[in-house]
């Protein structure tokens, strides 16, 4: 039995000390060396995950050289400055989402600006664990990665 429809709205801001072309880069070509558990579908059968920048691309959680799911298309991508995927993006259930990051130079970082829209059966429990996910995610993991990045090219 299907419950009842809800919408969940996320927004996240987020300073990151590297330049927009590294974040857009971690976010598209690189997003399987800072994205993991437990944000996947599938935690025993993860392999990596993949966003093919590209409108009509991929982002998928690889499972095996032939199984996996997808998380949706992107649907909307300006290079270094938007990428937006419409999918489930990982939830179970029937549900359909939007997820937008806009990136904008801020001195010599970025500020990243991610809104996740989402219809369907999602409970507030739900919302909640996406919005500490993804302020996880996008506040710690992916800052980290690209801060780090950033300096280790500075150095060289």
């Known amino acids: 039995m299907l419950k009842p429809a809800q919408t969940m709205n996320i927004e996240i801001e987020v300073i990151i000390g590297a330049p927009v072309a590294h974040v857009f880069n971690a976010l598209t070509r690189d997003i399987g060396k800072w994205w ?14 993949k966003l093919e920048p590209k409108l009509g691309g991929r982002m998928t959680e690889v499972w095996s050289a ?9 649907t909307e991508l300006a290079k270094n400055k ?7 993006i990982g939830m ?3 549900v359909w989402c939007k997820l937008g990051y806009d990136l904008e130079v801020v001195g010599t970082g970025t500020r990243l600006k991610m809104i996740h829209q989402g219809q369907g059966e ?15 995610l996008l506040g710690v993991r992916l800052k980290s990665f690209c801060e780090k990045k950033s300096s280790t090219k500075k150095k060289r």
């Open 82 to 88: 938007r990428i937006e995927i419409s999918g489930a």
């Open 66 to 74: 032939t199984e996996g799911s997808v998380w949706g298309l992107v």
């Open 92 to 94: 179970a259930g029937a």
């Open 36 to 49: 993991g558990a437990p944000y996947l579908v599938d935690e025993d059968r993860y392999r990596t995950i």
């Open 122 to 136: 999602i409970d507030e429990d739900s919302a909640e664990g996406y919005k500490e996910g993804w302020q996880d």
